[in-house]
């Protein structure tokens, strides 16, 4: 695998937990998730859609999984069991979002690994709000309805207590 990624045109890294690491790569034409591990390359999707991105949830073998269907650019979420087979359908994978009408951005995984925090426009078609998404119950709280676009910075603090997103300010270039 490792020659593939080489020969790629275009790899990137995703996340990393101990000496596991998270990669997108376009190897197959498409891009899909992989994971490197003590020199080793293995497939998780080989999905007929895009992967967009994911990360690690700690304290689990397994990964959040953001991507579109068809190119249609409305992200939703998936939970991947990594020591499965790769994942050759949707079906193989625990759908955290329902709604291809709306798009689901990943904007962050608190470091206990229960908590995702999603970006999504489903409250409001043209406005970006920040969700909180319990991976153990479902339960799903509004954070920040801001009335305006919102997009993913650098997640959560390394306690979970803080959110970093993104959100217009008051005057132009200022966010």
């Known amino acids: 695998m490792l020659r593939e990624l080489l020969r790629a045109r275009s790899t990137a890294a995703l996340d990393s937990a101990g000496d596991h690491l998270l990669v997108r790569t376009d190897a197959t034409g498409l891009d899909q998730l992989a994971e490197w591990h003590a020199g080793v390359g293995?497939?998780?999707?080989?999905?007929?859609?895009?992967?967009?991105?994911?990360?690690?949830?700690?304290?689990?073998?397994?990964?959040?999984?953001e991507g579109d269907a068809g190119g249609n650019e409305r992200s939703q979420l998936w939970l991947l069991?990594?020591?499965?087979?790769?994942?050759?359908?949707?079906?193989?994978?625990?759908?955290l979002t329902h709604d291809p009408g709306t798009v689901h951005l990943l904007a962050g995984m608190s470091p206990d690994g229960r908590r995702v925090?999603?970006?999504?426009?489903?409250?409001?078609?043209?406005?970006f709000?920040?969700?909180?998404?319990?991976?153990?119950?479902?339960?799903?709280?509004?954070?920040?309805d801001g009335g305006g676009?919102?997009?993913?910075?650098?997640?959560?603090?390394?306690?979970?207590r803080w959110l970093s997103v993104l959100c217009p300010g008051p005057r132009p270039m200022d966010t």
């Open 117 to 127: 925090a999603v970006l999504s426009n489903r409250r409001d078609r043209a406005a």
């Open 149 to 160: 676009w919102c997009q993913p910075a650098s997640g959560f603090s390394p306690d979970g």
């Open 81 to 95: 069991d990594l020591d499965g087979p790769p994942a050759r359908d949707r079906s193989m994978v625990q759908a």
């Open 129 to 144: 709000d920040v969700w909180l998404l319990d991976l153990d119950t479902g339960d799903e709280r509004l954070l920040h």
């Open 42 to 65: 293995r497939p998780l999707t080989a999905f007929d859609e895009r992967v967009t991105t994911a990360r690690y949830r700690p304290g689990h073998r397994q990964a959040l999984v």
